[in-house]
C-alpha cells in the first residue's frame, strides 16, 4: 500500500502540489486524471524521488510505501524497493538495442531474476522479442511505450507508477496499452496510472483522484467519477445535453469494483 499525506511540492516559487493525500491500495489501479499543468508529474516524481532532478522540493507531507518512508530515500533507492516510475515522455534510450534498453532496467536485479522479468516482458509484449535486436529509436511510437514499461518491469516492480502512457498514441494503440495495464496488475502489480485521455484510465482503475491546480477536487471509485458531471464535461468531453454515463464504461468486473467502491 503507497500513502501520500498531506504533500506539498514546489519549484522554487511555483507550487506544484498543495497538500494532496493519496492511496493505492494493494493490487489496485488508480488513476490520476488532471489538465496540464495540475502536478500529475509532479506527484509521480516525489514518489519516485526524481523530484529534486527537475528542481523540485517536499515542503510539506510524507510519503510511505509498506510502512517504509520513501521521501527519505533516493531514487535508485525507491525502484529497489518495489517502486518504479515510467516517465512522461518514456525516455528510452534510443542508441540502445530494445534488449540493451530491457538490461539497463534489469541493473541491479540478479541474473537469474532478470531472465524470469525478461521472459515476462516478452510474453506481455511479443513485438518486444521480435524487435530486441533493434535499435530503439527506430521503433513506432506505441513500441517505444511498450519498452518503456518493459523496461520499468525488469526491476520486478511492486508498484509502477506510468506518467501518460497514451500520450501521442493512436485509439487503437491507447486500448493495448489499457489492457496491457490490466494484465500487468491481474499479474500482481498495483499500478498508479496518470492520465489525460480519463476514458482509458477509467476503464482500466478501480480507484481515482482528479487533480485541479496541485489539489485533489474529486476521488473515489472510478466509476464514481465517471458518473460526476465534472468529469463527463471536462474530462469525457460530453456536453450538458448528452444523457449522463455515455462516458467511460468502467470494463472491470462488478464484484471487482464492489471492492474497492465500500
Ligand atoms: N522543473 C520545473 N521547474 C519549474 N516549474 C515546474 C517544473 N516542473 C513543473 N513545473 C510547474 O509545476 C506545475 C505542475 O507541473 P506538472 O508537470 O507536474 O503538471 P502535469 O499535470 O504533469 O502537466 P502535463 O499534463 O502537461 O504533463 C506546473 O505549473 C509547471 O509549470
Ligand atoms: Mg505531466
Known amino acids: 500500500m503507497l500513502t501520500v499525506t498531506d504533500l506539498s511540492v514546489r519549484y522554487g ?6 497538500r494532496v493525500t493519496l492511496e493505492v491500495p ?14 500529475k508529474s509532479t506527484l ?3 514518489i519516485s ?15 510511505t510505501h509498506d510502512g517504509q518512508r520513501l521521501d527519505k530515500l533516493n531514487p535508485a533507492a525507491t525502484v529497489a524497493r518495489g517502486v518504479v516510475q515510467v516517465p512522461e515522455g518514456r525516455r ?16 541491479g536485479v540478479k541474473n ?6 525478461r521472459d515476462r516482458v516478452f510474453e506481455l509484449f511479443p513485438r518486444l522479442q521480435e524487435r530486441r535486436g533493434q535499435t530503439a529509436a527506430l521503433l513506432s511510437g506505441g513500441e517505444q511505450q ?14 509502477l507508477l506510468l506518467d501518460e502512457p497514451s500520450l501521442g498514441l493512436a485509439p487503437q494503440v491507447v486500448e493495448q496499452i489499457g489492457e496491457i495495464i490490466l494484465e500487468i496488475n491481474r499479474q500482481g502489480t498495483s499500478v498508479l496510472l496518470v492520465e489525460q485521455n ?15 491546480v496541485g489539489e485533489v477536487s474529486l476521488h473515489g471509485s472510478a466509476e464514481e467519477l465517471a458518473a460526476t458531471d465534472q468529469v463527463q464535461r471536462l474530462y469525457l468531453g460530453h456536453g450538458a445535453d448528452e444523457p449522463a454515463g455515455a462516458g467511460a464504461a468502467p470494463r472491470r468486473s462488478v464484484a471487482r469494483l464492489s471492492r474497492w467502491s465500500g
Open 13 to 18: 516559487a511555483i507550487q506544484a502540489l498543495d
Open 26 to 39: 494493494d493490487e489496485a489501479v488508480v488513476a490520476v486524471l488532471g489538465s496540464n499543468g495540475a502536478g
Open 44 to 46: 509521480l516524481r516525489a
Open 49 to 63: 524521488g526524481t523530484h529534486k532532478l527537475h528542481k523540485g522540493r517536499i515542503d510539506t507531507g510524507s510519503i
Open 92 to 107: 528510452i534510450f534510443g542508441r540502445l538495442t530494445v534488449d540493451e534498453n530491457l538490461r539497463a532496467g534489469g541493473m
Open 112 to 117: 537469474r531474476r532478470q531472465g524470469s522479468a
Open 146 to 159: 511498450m519498452l518503456a514499461i518493459g523496461r520499468a518491469l525488469m526491476a520486478h516492480p511492486k508498484l
Open 198 to 212: 480519463a476514458s482509458m484510465a477509467l476503464r482500466v482503475a478501480n480507484l481515482a483522484y482528479v487533480l485541479d
